[in-house]
């Protein structure tokens, strides 16, 4: 089974999730947790796909877009700017909130993840696609 959406906001740094005491989290990463799970209640086939994983098991393969304006990915110079994020830095908080809160899917499952950055549009966009596959050794078809 496989579900890809778009998240119509910018991506979040987990650099940028706690102060100096890394038992808060601070008031932007609670506002960015906040906005995804609000979008997220309109894909219903992640519950399904949740679903799905509670009968069957199965692991996932994920791949992130997170797309930035030009004039945000790219500086004076025409090289990829500061205000872009890591890659690997998005995901954390985006596994998180979309397995572990939304799906309520431990994110040990993950066992491919691929993401990316790139320069296109108008806007901030994330692209998502998740793929349920079953394990090497099972007979189930998802």
Known sequence: MIYSFTLPMKAFSVNKYYGRDQRYKTA?????ESAVLSRLLKHNQLLEMAKIHRQTGGC??????CKYPKKDFYNEQG????????CSNIEKPLLDLILGRFME????????LVSTKSAAGASHTIDITLELVPYADSKVAI
């Open 79 to 86: 090289k990829i700017s500061a205000k872009t994020f890591d």
């Open 105 to 112: 899917v431990n994110d040990k499952n993950v066992v491919k």
């Open 28 to 32: 932007a990463a609670k506002q960015y």
């Open 60 to 65: 996932f393969h994920i791949s992130i877009d």
